[in-house]
């Protein structure tokens, strides 16, 4: 049985803070940029003892890095 592959993010907790409690729109929390969730984040992460760290968030842009044909309607 092949396991499911580590998650780099936590969608589910992070989707449930932006639409049910900053209630934002889909469209919205989908074209955010990872300063913009980090910013988000940081208060809730505090919160519960974690936090985003910079070396984290450059793992992140390293990975995933912006694709210059994206326009997120700006």
Request: no cysteine; glycine share 6%; hydrophobic share 45%.
């Amino acid at each position: 049985m092949l396991e499911a592959p580590p998650q780099l993010l936590p969608w589910k907790e992070l989707m449930t803070l932006g639409f049910a409690v900053l209630r934002l729109a889909p469209s919205d929390f989908w074209s955010m940029t990872p300063r913009e969730i980090e910013a988000v984040v940081r208060p809730y992460a505090a919160a519960a003892g974690t936090s985003f760290t910079r070396a984290g968030l450059n793992q992140l842009l390293a990975r995933f890095p912006d694709r210059k044909d994206t326009n997120h309607g700006r």
